[in-house]
């Protein structure tokens, strides 16, 4: 029975980025699937948010390059990243999950390709939650990257094989599982808490939820 878990951050420690995105969107009058498709298919929308989440750029090049980028005007650089995470907050039944996981035992680690220093995450909440971390522009490293998710069992005290990691992303799970993790796919609270439950061997819920 695996004895670490390894949890993403955006869209599974919080609610879903792509409805935030898709909100930011709609707000500055653009297609409501604009960011989430710049990111599948335009190259140089992809190599923008890797070179931010390696911490070769900061906010300041990358809310410029990305507003011109959508179709924006300049004047909407300002505040871009956050105004595109506005709609995403902390999905806290997930959050508690990874609390009692943490309380009954099980070393708990947080992998995220972060979006450099413009989305701040809650640090007070580390102790809590984590007994370690990686942060991708902190470490030079991103997911699918096999060296971040050895770096983030490593963090924890534990060997690959013995953690199993929750991401949103197949791509992302994919090359945890190529390092010998076991992987959850995250779609709801509702349906990945019950299957760590099962994997961890620890109740993560409340009786009555």
Known sequence: MPAGLL??????????????????????????????NAFRTRADARSLLEELELGRIGAEEFEPRFTELLGLAPDRAPGLVGRMFAACPPDEAMIAAVAAARRAGVRTGLISNSWGDALV??????????????????????????????????RIGLPPADCVFVDDLGG?????????????RHRTAAETIPELEALLGVALRAPDE
């Open 7 to 36: 949890v993403d951050f955006g869209g599974v420690l919080t609610h879903s980025v792509f409805e935030s995105f898709a909100t930011f969107c709609r707000d500055e009058g653009l297609p409501h699937d604009l960011v989430a």
């Open 121 to 154: 995450y809650d640090r007070a909440r580390f102790p809590e939650l984590f007994d370690g971390w990686v942060i991708s522009h902190e470490v030079g490293l991103r997911k699918p990257d096999p060296a971040i998710y050895r770096l983030g069992a490593e």
């Open 172 to 184: 992302n799970l994919k090359a945890a599982k190529a390092v010998g993790m076991t992987t959850v």
